[in-house]
């Protein structure tokens, strides 16, 4: 695959899923009584948002998982340790009643994960406005909404708030404009939000995950009749388990990254790089306060160095 077409697919990212909380026939599972911890994942119903919630839940910790269909709560609610909720993050109404649903459950509340997300293809001349808004309502509002509305909680327990962007987060290739528009949006929300909640003992994170196997590209087709291509190649992705492990890092490490690029491989990884080389190149080149070649690959080993001494320790999963 060429680097154009790899950059035009590279829609990794989480499904739209604003789900709920139906009654299934039959209750579900007890929860481990040792599951202290608990975490809201925002689009759970498959992809990567069901992968987080699926892991999360084997070691231990309690997912409030948010969906939407009927069905999907019902498979939600089959998991031990997961309770799920009718949650669509564009309306205002569910993220309420979701707030109420966690303060009851009296657990509190500690990890945030805004994995809920949609796409469009289409160049940014042809996007229709409705399409252009569901982005964003999805990918920018949603996250925004949530953040504000799950905040004191996730304060009072000195937690963690993770965000799914993508590798689009800091590209943008052709007919991807408005998605990558709205992965952009997450970078600068986690990057306030990290220096906001510093002083509050709350940890942001954003994940960045090349093209994996959701249902984005199907959901699109039946939403806009648009992303046949972008549908049949993520199809053949790999699974996105990778994404909930690092997830499951940027959750429990003691010292979490602000960012995790998550690439299914090395050809997206090096699109990916090597763009945030091209951009440092653009801002650099040609303005008074320039760097020369030896100042930048000093400030490259300084940052390296640096990342070295901070490198995360791992904590054992325990769900304590």
Request: hydrophobic letters at 45%.
């Amino acid at each position: 695959m060429n680097v154009s077409l790899a950059r035009f697919l590279s829609i990794s990212l989480a499904v739209l899923v604003v789900t709920g909380c139906a009654r299934g026939p039959s209750p579900a599972p007890a929860p481990n009584p040792t599951a202290t911890k608990a975490v809201l994942v925002t689009g759970a119903s498959s992809g990567i948002g069901r992968k987080i919630t699926e892991r999360l839940a084997a070691e231990g910790y309690f997912v409030y998982a948010g969906a939407r269909s009927d069905n999907d709560l019902r498979a939600l609610r089959a998991i031990r340790n997961v309770q799920p909720l009718r949650l669509d993050v564009t309306k205002p109404q569910d993220i309420d009643a979701a707030v109420s649903a966690v303060k009851r459950g009296g657990r509190g509340l500690y990890g945030l994960v805004n994995n809920a997300g949609i796409a469009t293809t289409a160049t940014v001349l042809d996007t229709k406005m409705a399409e252009f808004d569901a982005v964003m309502s999805v990918n920018v509002y949603g996250p925004w909404r949530m953040t504000r509305a799950f905040a004191p909680l996730i304060i009072a327990s000195r937690g963690r708030m993770i965000n799914i962007s993508s590798i689009n987060g800091f590209d943008a290739p052709a007919r991807l404009g408005a998605y990558s528009m709205s992965k952009h949006a997450l970078e600068a929300l986690t990057d306030a939000l990290a220096e906001e909640l510093a002083p509050m003992g709350v940890q942001v994170s954003v994940i960045e995950p090349g093209t994996f196997k959701t249902e984005i590209g199907a959901n699109e087709v039946h939403r806009a009749g648009t992303g046949a291509q972008v549908a049949k190649f993520i199809s053949h992705a790999k699974d996105p388990a990778e994404v909930a492990a690092v997830v499951d890092k940027a959750l429990f490490e003691s010292n979490p990254k602000r960012r995790y690029m998550v690439a299914p491989d090395a050809q997206q990884a090096s699109v990916a790089i090597q763009s945030q080389i091209e951009h440092l190149v653009e801002i650099n080149s040609n303005q008074p306060y320039a760097y020369d070649r030896d100042a930048l690959v000093k400030q490259l080993d300084d940052a390296l160095q640096q990342a070295r001494n901070e490198r995360p320790v791992p904590v054992a999963a325990s769900g304590q």
